[in-house]
């Protein structure tokens, strides 16, 4: 969705996900050095026909890990590690496919028997599109409902 009137240039389109925005940061940090971990918090966009606006607003938690032997295991742990800081207990972890993502190494993560975040490894295309030449691992978290 294109918005109207952004407040930048920067800003004139929804974000359905902070994902993208990590992976861009890390292409810009291509020349500092590894292992780079970053974190960001903020809003995302939904399409909702049930508002009158046709979007709802959510705020998300996102994660991004990115050197030469980073897998779904350390991202998993860094997730968990996450999750428990938060005092979320009752998750668990369910396998799940997903384009952006290794086929068998993407799970999404659930609570309450509803999907409130996913993570995995970034698929090879998706990085030689980002010109990263190292593996990278992301998660990203609905929080609003536990804050």
Known sequence: VTLLNPVSSEFNIFRD????????ILQKN????????????????KLDDSTET??????????????SKVDFVEIK?????ILKALGITNYKFEST?????????????MYNNQKIG???????????????ENP????????EKFM
Not at 30 to 45: A, C, E, N
Not at 54 to 67: D, F, N, P, W
Request: overall charge negative; hydrophobic content about 45%; some cysteine.
């Open 17 to 24: 996900s902070i994902v993208p925005s990590l992976i861009n």
């Open 30 to 45: 291509k020349p500092y050095s590894l292992p780079q971990k970053i974190f960001d918090v903020g809003d995302i966009s």
């Open 54 to 67: 046709k979007a709802s607003r959510e705020i998300s938690l996102a994660g991004a890990i990115i050197h």
């Open 77 to 81: 742990s860094n997730l968990e590690a």
């Open 97 to 109: 496919e997903h384009p952006s993502f290794l086929s068998g190494r993407c799970a999404k993560v």
């Open 118 to 132: 996913i993570f995995g490894e970034i698929h090879p295309e998706v990085l030689n599109n980002f010109e990263l």
């Open 136 to 143: 990278v691992g992301v998660f990203e978290l609905k929080i």
